[in-house]
């Protein structure tokens, strides 16, 4: 028969999750997003020499940090800054653990594949700048999850695809650049007019959206038929088409006719046989 745990016992586990440093739980998973950024990122010029396993079990030293381009507040990751450091590789999705993340920098890189979704679990992220690099895929919707982002800086990648309409019910957004990308389709309305009776004046202007040939609607000027040319092209096609067809209708009328009214000539001068195919 088994014992009934004291009901004390019970208390004793409850406590014991309720006083569990969460600077512990934090740190470890600090841990497991430098590790694996560290991991996805190609650093041929030795940029990241101290992003060491020692230094990764303990980023931080109250404000301090012992790695490159990282920011600490009250011991846990809160910023990473690594513009300009020739980095390739990718981003992995690993750099969603580092939960307390205000501000992710990796711009001027070199860095390729995809803007992990997993971003998105990044609740206190306010500066995403991703710009000048060559991230490819599209532009995660559940972006739109980070609700306190200020800063999106995408400019100067292989991005393609919509812009994400979610990325409008950003309230805080007050920099969007996805300049000089591949993307394509319709600018979402709340990202190019302002909200309520302002509705009328721009979010963002087209600096924040030249660059994207297949990019259109306001702010961008009106497109140069970009988008009507297929079309334009069958209609001129069909039109020159039907017009040939008139054409060569009314010079067929005309040939009959003509041919017709010599045929009559002929008959009426008696010279029927002149004009009649031999057999
Ligand atoms: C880490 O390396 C950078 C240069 O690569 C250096 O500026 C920084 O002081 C180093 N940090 C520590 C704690 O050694
Ligand atoms: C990395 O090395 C390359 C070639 O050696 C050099 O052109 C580049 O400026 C370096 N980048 C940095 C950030 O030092
Ligand atoms: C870190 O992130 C990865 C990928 O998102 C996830 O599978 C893993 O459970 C996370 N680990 C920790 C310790 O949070
Ligand atoms: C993003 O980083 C680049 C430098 O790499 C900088 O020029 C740009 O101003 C940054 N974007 C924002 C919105 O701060
Ligand atoms: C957005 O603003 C432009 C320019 O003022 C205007 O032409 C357009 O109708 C507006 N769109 C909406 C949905 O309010
Ligand atoms: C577009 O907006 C940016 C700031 O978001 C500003 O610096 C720039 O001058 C604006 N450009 C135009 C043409 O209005």
Known sequence: MPFPPPPGWWIGILLLLLLSPP???GATTDESCLSGLWRSLVDPNGSLRNWTKANFAAPCNGFTSYLTGVTCNSGRVYKLALSGLSLGGSISPF???????QSLDLSSNQIAGGIPPEISA?????VLNLSANRLAGTIPPQLALCAYLNVIDLHANLLCGRIPDQLGFLARLSSFDVSYNRLEGPIPVLLANRSGVEAALPRFNASS?????NLYGYPLPPTRERGLSVLSIVGIGFGSGLFSLAL???AVCIWLRVTERAAMMAADEG????LMPEY
């Open 23 to 25: 600077a512990l739980a």
């Open 95 to 101: 750099v969603a653990n580092c939960s307390n993340l």
């Open 122 to 126: 990044l609740l206190n992220l306010a």
């Open 209 to 213: 959206f030249i660059g994207n040939p």
């Open 248 to 250: 060569s209708f009314t």
């Open 271 to 274: 010279k029927i046989s002149h």
